[in-house]
Each structure stands twice: as C-alpha cells, then as structure tokens.
C-alpha cells in the first residue's frame, strides 16, 4: 500500500511542470491518490496543458478564488465525482506588479486588496467551500503553500504581508475544521525557481539567502521535498498535526547569520 491509496484530492495552482503544485500532483498520483487539477483566467489553459504531463493526466476544473460562483461549481463537480474529498492543496497566489518589486509604500488599496483577497483569503473561502465534502471522507486534510512571513524580504512586499496573513488565517481555519476532523498545515518552502519566483524583481537575492544559510544545502531547481512534505500532511500519517507551518528550506529558516562552509 502506497502512502496515499485511494485518496481523492484536489490540487490547485498547477501552471507548469515547474509548479510546486505540478511536482504535488505527481507525487500524490505515484503514491496512489486521485488528483484532479483547478485552473483560472488565462492560466486555465496551461493547466489543461500540463496535465497531460502527469502519470494520470486529471480532469481540470474552472476556478477563478474572486468569482464565488466557481467555489460552488468545484464542490459540485468533486461532490458528483466522489461523493467526498480526501484533501486539497492551496497554491493559489498572486499580485498585480505595483504591489511587488520595492514600492511597497507606493501600492495602492486596490492592488494590495487583490493580493490578500486571491492569497490569504482564498484559503478560508475554498476550506468553507469545500468542508462538507472533506467531513464525508471524515475530516481529510487541507495543505497550502507558503513562504516564511515572520521577517520583511526585499522586493517581496505586499506578497509577504499576505502569507503572513495566510500563515493566520491557517490557525483560524484549524480551529473551525478541527471538530470534523480536518487538518490545515502550511508548508513553508525555500526559493524555487518558479513562473511565480520569477515575476519577483530581486529573486537572485533569496538564492542568495539560501546558499549562505541553508544547513542541509538547497536546490532551487528541486521541487521534490516540498512535493513529499505536503503528501505526507495530507496522508494519514500525520492525525494530530493542525494549525502548523512546516519549513520545508534546507534549515535556513533556524539560522541566524551565514554559515561557514
């Protein structure tokens, strides 16, 4: 029996094969899950694309987080496929341009209003979406993606105080699952050379963060240990674990000055 037999999950945010959320997918699918893949706007296409790229290529649903229409039209489609959901997995990010790359003081209302409504917010909306399906698996798990929000990162800006929003918004959610029995972690990677990573004016800083501090070393092309951490929160190895963020970075996160090599 694999780690994820039989499990059914949803898996938002997948773009392209370098995607977190791609690497999620697949790795969920070769311990055993079903996965089935959500997209919005432009990016719908990609990842119908891409999705042939995976062992199983899933079916992909329609899911734009600002429209609320599309959360009841998801929990429907999954409802009619399974009856029941054993996870999800919150990749969903993003930010207009001003509300990135240094102008943190100059970003206007509405574009850091669109951050958190898509970033932070998001997270609550689809686990309200989707929690009467997740207590028909009884409980099951939610996993999102973050990056650490307990220090100010250059050019990070308005992204950073929405993960610290998320990194919240994670224990709350906790809370008002934890009766039916659902989990909510965050997993909190190092720099990967994502499409995301790569809008971010300034990101060969944190590589460079990332090669100076990580104990264990850190591979900014690699995916994978993220991948397996978040498969192993959304199995049922981990039943007594909520409300938690788990550094997934190469230890960078723990040290306080670089290291000598």
């Not at 059914?8 to 899950?33: D, H, K, M, P």
């Amino acid at each position: 029996m694999t780690l994820l037999d039989g499990k059914r999950l949803l898996v938002t945010g997948v773009l392209t094969e370098a995607s977190i959320a791609f690497a999620i997918a697949r790795t969920a699918q070769e311990q055993g899950a079903e996965v089935v893949l959500s997209g919005a706007g432009r990016g719908l296409a990609l990842t119908r694309r891409v999705a042939h790229k995976l062992p199983d290529p899933p079916e992909v649903l329609e899911l734009d987080v600002t429209e609320a229409a599309h959360f009841d039209a998801v929990a429907d489609a999954l409802g009619d496929r399974w009856g029941a959901l054993d996870g999800h997995v919150h990749a969903i990010r993003n930010a207009p341009p001003s509300a990135l790359g240094g102008g943190f003081l100059q970003t206007p209302w509405r574009d850091v209003a669109t951050a958190l409504h898509i970033s932070t917010y998001s997270l609550a909306a689809l686990g309200r979406a989707l929690a009467p399906l997740l207590a028909n698996a009884g409980g099951g798990a939610v996993v999102g993606l973050d990056f650490d929000a307990t220090v100010a990162w250059p050019a990070y800006d308005w992204m950073g105080v929405a993960k610290a929003g998320l990194e919240s918004c994670c224990r709350y959610l906790a809370r008002d699952l934890g009766a039916q029995g659902t989990r909510v972690n965050l997993v909190a990677a190092g720099p990967l050379r994502t499409v995301a990573a790569r809008s971010i004016e300034g990101f060969d800083a944190f590589e460079r963060v990332w090669a100076e501090r990580a104990p264990l070393g850190w591979d900014i092309t690699d995916p994978g240990p993220v991948a397996r951490v978040a498969c192993a929160l959304l199995s049922d190895w981990t039943p007594a674990v909520t409300g938690e963020i788990v550094h997934v970075d190469g230890g960078a996160h723990a040290m306080g000055a670089p290291l000598s090599r």
